[in-house]
């Protein structure tokens, strides 16, 4: 067989063949492997067919009410976001109908043996969408957004959510884009805040909220001060200069939130990151936070004090960042602190129906049939917090830790 080449990049024959079985054999197991590993799931055109598989959502949606964005809490929030957003993407994506024929175009199927071949190459340039194009797409995010959070009244809009969405709809289309985002929403991201979070690539974060603030972000507070921990176990000389230019974790805030899209301006490696993502727990995005963090070690020691903070919030936008060597630094840091343990060591714990402490027996266990437990994440979404329980350790229970500690790294352990 041949390579394929898509955008001008050269693609393995031998795994694209391997992801189109995959896909044909309904076999999430394997394309949880091929995501984690390096190149992932190489072209959005495998994407729209493997997503849905990964998402539990290839069946779509059934036929549905159609609600108003007058019913949401935050309509002209959601409004002002969808019609700033696909300001950089997308870069290297192409019409789903287009992906399509070039599909059929590259592969030859042998019916007997039931084999999938690539009988030659094909390559055009990245294409933009017009102008034309965006305000269509605009219309369909908007659309979107409104479906996923009026038929899920305890999802809350905060901002950031946009441009989740925004990748799935570019590579899925809405029909399918819309469970798969919903998806992710209620089994990947639902300790996000209720409060609106206006995130600014210039790093300024204003919370608006009713709720009182620390109280509403304390989830997601907790579990970005995992990242300060994974510093201080990996690299304590990095994390002490940290601590002495008094930066706190929330410099990766829009990172987790947003699953990076919104920081990252080239589109492959925001979907190179959504392929690791949806096949890895949901502290994922906190693994790989960590992994830019101490891949630009040196360069942020030479930082003057107080620079370090702008220094880190543009690190996303590094042209030269290697994501794949990103991702598997991510991966080997996930073996080797485990969620629980990385818990654990922090003295940080999360609440019992976080994602992260679900992940394995409400979304890791189910084989590709199986809807996941939409009832169940819908009590942990309007039940009270409570935390995981700590180790009957009469030393560890003297005086919980302040938020200062949680957020400078904790009891490490």
């Not at 995959?22 to 394997?30: G, H, L, P």
Request: with cysteine.
């Amino acid at each position: 067989m041949t390579p394929a080449s898509f955008n001008g990049k050269i693609l393995p024959a031998d795994r694209v063949k391997s992801i189109h079985d995959a896909i044909v054999a309904n076999d999430i197991e394997q394309l949880r492997t091929i995501a984690r590993s390096e190149d992932g799931l190489m072209c959005d055109w495998l994407r729209r067919q493997a997503w849905p598989i990964l998402l539990h959502s290839q069946e779509g949606i059934p036929v549905r009410e159609v609600g108003s964005e007058q019913d949401l809490r935050d309509p002209i929030q959601i409004s002002k976001d969808v019609e700033r957003s696909l300001y950089y993407f997308p870069q290297g994506t192409v019409n789903s109908h287009l992906l399509l024929r070039i599909c059929t175009a590259i592969f030859s199927y042998d019916k007997p043996t039931h084999r999938l071949s690539l009988t030659h190459t094909i390559s055009f340039p990245p294409p933009d969408l017009s102008t034309p194009q965006k305000v269509q797409r605009r219309r369909e995010l908007h659309e979107m957004i409104i479906e996923i959070l009026w038929h899920n009244p305890n999802l809350h809009y905060y901002q950031g959510f946009h441009d989740v969405c925004t990748t799935f709809l570019l590579v899925l289309g809405k029909r399918l884009a819309i469970p798969a985002a919903e998806n992710v929403a209620m089994f990947f991201l639902r300790d996000i805040p209720i409060p609106v979070l206006t995130l600014a690539r210039s790093s300024k974060l204003i919370f608006t909220s009713t709720d009182g603030m620390l109280d509403s972000i304390d989830p997601v507070s907790r579990q970005l001060s995992l990242v300060t921990t994974l510093l201080k176990l990996e690299n304590p000389g990095l994390h002490e200069f940290l601590m002495n230019a008094n930066i706190m974790p929330f410099y990766t805030l829009s990172w987790v939130l947003t699953w990076f899209s919104h920081d990252l301006t080239d589109f492959d490696k925001v979907m190179r990151l959504f392929d690791l993502f949806m096949a890895s727990t949901p502290l994922m995005p906190i693994y790989v936070a960590c992994a830019i963090v101490l891949s630009h070690g040196q360069e942020l020691l030479l930082q003057e004090p107080e620079m370090v903070h702008m220094y880190l919030v543009n690190l996303p936008q590094d042209p030269d960042m290697d994501i794949d060597e990103i991702i598997q630094m991510a991966i080997v840091l996930e073996k080797k602190y485990p969620p629980m343990d990385l818990q654990k060591r922090s003295g940080t714990w999360l609440d019992e129906c976080s994602p992260v402490n679900t992940y394995e027996t409400e979304w890791r266990c189910l084989d590709a049939d199986t809807h996941p437990d939409r009832i169940a994440a819908e009590q942990c979404l309007t039940m009270p917090p409570r935390r995981m329980m700590e180790p009957r350790n009469p030393e560890s229970r003297k005086r919980r830790p302040s938020l200062w500690e949680r957020l400078s790294g904790g009891l490490v352990v």
